[in-house]
């Protein structure tokens, strides 16, 4: 079935593509430019984070959904709101947030390079899609010629960042094969399986996948540091899968020493403002 979704994707692809001509990757730039234009003057901040949040596949609104609750939730627990960019694919909304493609990702990345503390700022990647094993993720939408993500490509993306301090999380089918490209001690990564497990929940009929659900809807909220919130998750997912007669997913994480002794530093700032929201 997916196979011939597909291809039915990339013929359509061909009558009408959207392979990001200059005046379209303009278009994305100056979107991606707005939302880092509102960002706070505070360059003064200390280990101030900030948020990208990349939805790869446009033809299921789940993604979608998921990353925007994923924006919301590290917002919330690590004061990024204000520093968000979104990056979606979703055929119901082709409008208003900038598309997420690789060029559009590259030119995210090494903009919020330009502006971040690279010695002491972080970043938050959140990334939902289609995954496969040979470590890519889909990336598509209504009218978009269809391409992938690689662990490697994004590795390099990252490099070329300058950005020395990271949290990604990747939810996808067979998205542990993202962990070794990534992985070092200013890294954390955490993904919604094994490098060769499906994950579950990625339907056009659902608002979040079981990840999302267990991850960023019922786990980051209550836990004391992220790690705590990622064996939560992880336990609820396990139980759910063997409820419902599931192959475990086995979702994966690579904390990095040094970054979780950062992230550790920031959550203990934070914990106050958690505590005793602002309206």
């Known amino acids: 079935m997916r196979q011939r979704l597909t291809c039915l994707l990339l013929l359509l692809a061909s009558c009408c593509p959207l392979a990001l001509s200059q005046d379209t990757a303009d278009a994305q730039r100056q979107l991606v430019n707005a939302q880092i234009a509102r960002f706070p003057l505070d360059a003064n901040a200390s280990s101030r984070v900030f948020f990208v949040g990349f939805a790869g596949y446009g033809e299921e609104r789940v993604f979608a959904e998921e990353i925007k609750l994923a924006a919301r939730r590290v917002g919330e627990i690590y004061g990024s709101a204000a520093r968000s960019v979104l990056l979606i694919n979703d055929r119901r909304d082709l409008k208003t947030y900038p598309l997420a493609s690789v060029s559009s990702l590259r030119y995210t990345l090494k903009s919020l390079g330009a502006v971040m503390n690279r010695d002491d700022d972080v970043l938050f990647l959140a990334l939902s899609s289609h995954g496969s094993r040979d470590a890519t993720i889909e990336v598509s939408n209504e009218g978009m010629t269809a391409q992938t993500l690689s662990a490697q490509t994004l590795a390099e993306l990252l490099a070329d ?16 094969t993202f962990i070794k490209p990534l992985a070092d001690d200013h890294t954390i990564v955490i993904t919604a399986a094994a490098k060769n497990r499906s994950s579950f929940g990625c339907s056009d009929t659902r608002e979040l996948t079981y990840f999302g659900e267990a991850f960023y809807r019922d786990s980051l909220p209550g836990a004391i540091d992220l790690r705590s919130a990622f064996e939560a998750a992880r336990e609820d997912i396990r139980q759910r899968e063997k409820d419902e007669g599931f192959k475990p997913s086995k979702p994966q994480a690579h904390f ?4 979780e002794a950062k992230l550790r530093e920031i959550e203990q ?9 602002v309206d």
């Not at 990095?256 to 970054?259: A, H, K, R, V």
């Not at 700032?269 to 958690?274: D, E, G, I, Y």
């Open 161 to 176: 960042s300058g950005i020395r301090w990271k949290v990604i999380v990747v939810s996808a089918c067979f998205s542990g």
């Open 256 to 259: 990095g020493e040094l970054m």
């Open 269 to 277: 700032v934070r914990a106050p403002v958690r505590r005793n929201p």
